[in-house]
């Protein structure tokens, strides 16, 4: 396994690298949600590059970039175990130049959602995901539907840009009792940890609802809301149910289905979670 810092390094790799090349996108801290991608790029592709960046651009003023989990080490012995062919992990000043000024902007997708709660957070990933789409020119490229909006948003650019690049989406990875498996779950004491586990609970009730026939939307909203209000660790940023690709809001579900998207904090950290209902699971 090839670990590369610079852009020279990266470019002189894939130049002999054998096509197709998979890329996993990361900001480190890996854990089996990562994982579960690097090994679906593993069986799909000849070579597969994994990149460990933590980007300044997609966190706020307020937000926890300086303190983001950081175990650089750890990773590597994890991708190595997994046969990735090449890391990259450049510095900040390698990805944004003294005085960058260019940003990516997804516009309608990018201003709902996450990115209403979080301003100029999908302006950061795009352009990261921009940036390294065209440093790496992968065939095709992995992201968890954990970050479902990430996903759309990722898609959506893709598809504008004409990009040569498959996006591949691939399952939330969760832990035994439901709790989506996030790098920001090491954030959580023991009771906030055991807290986190209504947001699966609360999306798996409205599953449930779903297949007894429950069709409205406003109904379902409302179900994942109280249960969340039941647990008083949590304080809920939003609960909405929209459609899987504009991400607008859906009144009564049809036949495409929709994602129930909720963000919460407890305590100090902000977790994220999603659902897919689409009718053939009714």
């Known amino acids: ?17 054998t ?21 679906r790029a593993r069986s799909e592709n000849s070579n597969v590059v994994v ?37 990259f992990t450049p510095e900040v000043d390698e990805m944004y130049p003294t005085g960058a000024s260019t940003m990516v902007e997804v516009e ?34 992995y992201f968890g539907e ?19 690049v498959m996006v591949v989406g691939c399952p939330t990875i969760r832990e035994p009792d439901g709790l989506a498996m996030s790098s920001r779950n090491v954030y959580l004491g023991p009771a906030e940890r055991q807290a986190a586990v209504a947001l699966s609970q609360a999306l798996s009730q409205a599953m449930h609802l779903f297949k007894d026939g429950v069709r409205d939307g406003s109904r379902l909203q409302a179900e994942v809301q109280h249960m969340l209000d039941k647990e ?13 690709h504009t991400l607008q809001p859906v009144v009564t579900l ?3 289905g929709a994602v129930i998207c909720l963000a919460v904090r407890i305590g100090h950290t ?12 009714a």
Not at 1 to 17: D, F
Not at 20 to 38: C, E, Q
Not at 57 to 86: I, S
Not at 110 to 129: D, K, N, Q
């Open 254 to 256: 049809a036949a495409e």
């Open 232 to 244: 008083p660790l949590i304080r809920t940023d939003y609960v909405a149910v929209v459609h899987p």
């Open 19 to 39: 096509p197709p090349v998979g890329f996993v996108p990361t900001m480190g801290y890996l854990h089996d949600g990562h994982l579960s991608l690097v090994q």
């Open 108 to 141: 309608a997708l990018s201003s709902i959602l996450e990115g209403a709660s979080r301003p100029g957070h999908f302006r950061g990933v795009a352009t990261i995901v921009c940036k390294l789409f065209h440093l790496v020119h992968p065939d095709r490229a």
């Open 146 to 164: 954990k970050d479902y909006q990430q996903l759309q948003v990722i898609q959506r650019m893709v598809h504008d840009l004409r990009m040569p």
């Open 51 to 87: 990149s460990i960046f933590v980007n300044p651009t997609q966190f706020g003023p307020h937000e926890d970039f300086q303190r983001y989990p950081r175990d650089l080490k750890r990773d590597l012995g994890l991708l190595d175990t997994e046969q990735v062919d090449a890391v």
């Open 270 to 281: 902000r977790l994220i979670d999603n659902i897919r209902i689409i009718a053939g699971e």
């Open 1 to 17: 396994m090839q670990v590369l810092t610079t852009i020279a390094e990266l470019s002189r790799w894939r130049v002999g690298a």
